[in-house]
Nanobody
C-alpha cells in the first residue's frame, strides 16, 4: 500500500486548509487512519485518528475544535480539515494506516506512512 498526502501550503493565521491522504494499490478495507505532524526541531506528534467506518474519531487537545478528520472509503481517501490555523500548527503532516478497525494514538500503532505534506502558517 502507498499513501500519498497532499494539500499543504503556506497560509496566514486564521486561514483553513484541507489535507488529503489517498491510498493506492488494491482495494483495502478494515483499516484505521491517523494524522501526525512534526514541527521543526520536535518529534512526531499525534493529531487525529479515525476508525474504519468513521464512527470513532479522536483529536489531540491542541487541535480539538479546529480540525476535523473524515474519510471516503469509496475513494480510499482520508481528509483533515484544518480551520483557524495558528503559527504553532506549522509542521510536516503525515498520514498513516494501521490494519485494525479501531483508532490509535501513537506512532508505533501504525503500519504504513505517507511521505508528508508541509503546512506553514504565518502570523
Amino acid at each position: 500500500v502507498q499513501l500519498q498526502a497532499s494539500g499543504g501550503g503556506l497560509v496566514q493565521a486564521g486561514d483553513s486548509l484541507r489535507l488529503s491522504c489517498e491510498f493506492s494499490g488494491r482495494a483495502y478495507s478494515n483499516y484505521a487512519v491517523g494524522w501526525f505532524r512534526r514541527a521543526p526541531g520536535k518529534g512526531r506528534e499525534f493529531v487525529a485518528t479515525i476508525s474504519w467506518a468513521g464512527s470513532y474519531t479522536y483529536y489531540a487537545d491542541s487541535v480539538k475544535g479546529r480540525f476535523t478528520i473524515s474519510r471516503d472509503n469509496g475513494r480510499s481517501t482520508v481528509y483533515l480539515q484544518m480551520n483557524m490555523l495558528k503559527p504553532e500548527d506549522t509542521a510536516m503532516y503525515y498520514c498513516a494506516l494501521r490494519w485494525k478497525y479501531d483508532i490509535a494514538f501513537t506512532v508505533n500503532d501504525y503500519d504504513h506512512w505517507g511521505q508528508g505534506t508541509l503546512v506553514t502558517v504565518s502570523s
